[in-house]
């Protein structure tokens, strides 16, 4: 069996907020991505160049394990490298440059995601709890809860008690 | 506590460790102020080894297996823990050449199948760097002269790269980026500081942050606008040139308006 290979990137990714020369405010990110196991590096300020040079990397990485394998055998490796190599190039710049271009609407995206999941989970506790019926409590419905509480503490206090005894007169 | 007393502590707990690490443009073990050689290390795994603990000195003990995984990712788990075991008795052997047998290592803790590197007597140049730039960030507003002082300090401690042996090894990576970026602020804002006083040191300071990144505009500004002070309108020019160049090689991109502004500002636009 061929060894495991990896390739790790290390990506940098610098705001630069500034003035035109007409004066608006203006949002400029600048990146370098670094190939760690080679110490190549690449800046870049378009996505695509940075999935290049990932994909250069990646692409060494298969090559250099399929050396040894017949021609046909390498052909198919290769082909299925690209695949999933081209899949990444097609969708992974599109997350991050939909977060380079309008990080506050990507962070509103995922703000978004986050309230319809606390709100499917609200809204099954509410099934299970009856919260609009809690919601309707009144000071006096609340007085009710509280005696009853206290009650049972009294209760749990003696039971507690007698607990203690059974335990001693064991001993 | 005053800034002082605290500057004074993160200083004087290098005086008062009996293990010295430097890992800021190299590598150095000092052990009651004696480096430890190359031979007495033996292995380059047990340097390895030390070297992976320091990296992961904020992660409060690592399994046996998480570092097997990173250090001997081609081993058997046997093969792993056999070398595991040797680098570690080389590591206490270098560090503690003295220790009966039996005695509790001093340095690197065990703890059931988790080891860390202890923090008690340790110090470690990358942990009085952040230290120093997180007090520096409370009294930044308070005292500017202070915060240049502890600025100064940790300029001076950043001699280098994080283990710069290590650099083709991904477990130290995000320290050295990390490290890195803070090396680069530090060393501007401490020039921005001292424009005025003294231009030549903004110079300087900005010079090696371009070490560090030679993308790095800021830098570039930086040392345009110390030029500027000392009326050097050539190495303006000159400065300007190389930022340009750069960003166009690197990026495709001229330089921002505002350094734009500096250079256009000194050729009387």
């Known amino acids: 069996m061929s060894k495991d290979q990896s390739a790790s990137f290390m990506i940098r990714f610098t705001q630069k907020i500034y003035e035109s020369e007409e004066g608006s405010p203006n949002v400029q990110w600048r990146g370098k991505i670094s190939h760690v196991q080679s110490g190549d590096n690449q800046g870049f300020v378009e996505f695509d160049r940075a999935v290049d040079f990932m994909q250069e990397h990646l692409g060494n990485v298969t090559q250099s394990t399929i050396e040894d394998k017949t021609k046909k055998e390498q052909e198919g490796i290769l082909s299925k490298s690209f695949d999933m190599l081209k899949k990444f190039k097609d969708q992974a710049p599109t997350f991050v440059m939909d977060t380079i271009k309008d990080p506050m609407g990507q962070v509103e995206n995922i703000q978004g995601q986050i309230k319809e999941q606390i709100k499917d989970v609200s809204d099954d506790l509410s099934q299970k709890l009856d919260v609009d019926h809690l919601r309707m409590a009144s000071k006096s419905d609340y007085k009710e809860v509280l005696s009853m509480i206290k009650a049972m503490s009294k209760q749990i206090e003696k039971l507690t008690d007698k607990v203690d005894k059974l335990d001693k007169s064991k001993k | ?269």
């Open chain 2, 1 to 269: 506590m005053s800034i002082d007393h605290n500057l004074e502590d993160i200083k004087r707990s290098k005086q008062e460790a009996s293990l010295v690490i430097e890992t800021l443009g190299g590598f150095h073990v000092f052990v009651n102020g004696r480096e430890i050689s190359s031979k007495e290390w033996g292995r380059d795994k047990t340097v390895q080894l030390i070297q992976f603990l320091v990296t992961a000195r904020h992660r409060r003990g690592l399994h046996k297996e998480q570092i097997i995984d990173r250090l001997w990712e081609d081993s058997t788990v046997d093969e792993g823990m056999r070398d595991l075991k040797v680098a570690l008795h080389g590591i206490n052997k270098a560090l503690e050449p003295n220790r009966k047998p039996r005695e509790e290592a001093k340095y690197i803790i065990r703890q059931g199948v988790t080891y860390q590197l202890s923090e008690k007597d340790v110090w470690i140049d990358a942990e009085a760097f952040d230290q120093a730039l997180a007090l520096e960030s409370l009294n930044i507003n308070e005292n500017p002269e202070k915060s240049k002082q502890i600025l100064r300090y940790a300029t001076e401690l950043y001699k280098g790269s994080y283990l710069p042996n290590r650099a083709f090894d991904d477990w130290t990576a995000t320290e050295r980026e990390r490290l890195q970026l803070l090396a680069i602020n530090a060393m501007i804002s401490l020039g921005e500081s001292t424009l005025q006083s003294n231009p030549t040191e903004s110079i300087r300071l900005a010079q090696e942050a371009l070490i560090i990144d030679p993308t790095w505009e800021e830098a570039y500004r930086l040392q345009m606008t110390a030029y500027a002070l000392k009326k050097n309108r050539p190495q303006v020019i000159k400065t300007y040139q190389i930022c340009s160049k750069v960003l166009d090689e690197e990026f495709g991109i001229d330089p921002l308006p505002e350094t734009k502004r500096i250079y256009d500002q000194v050729m009387g636009i």
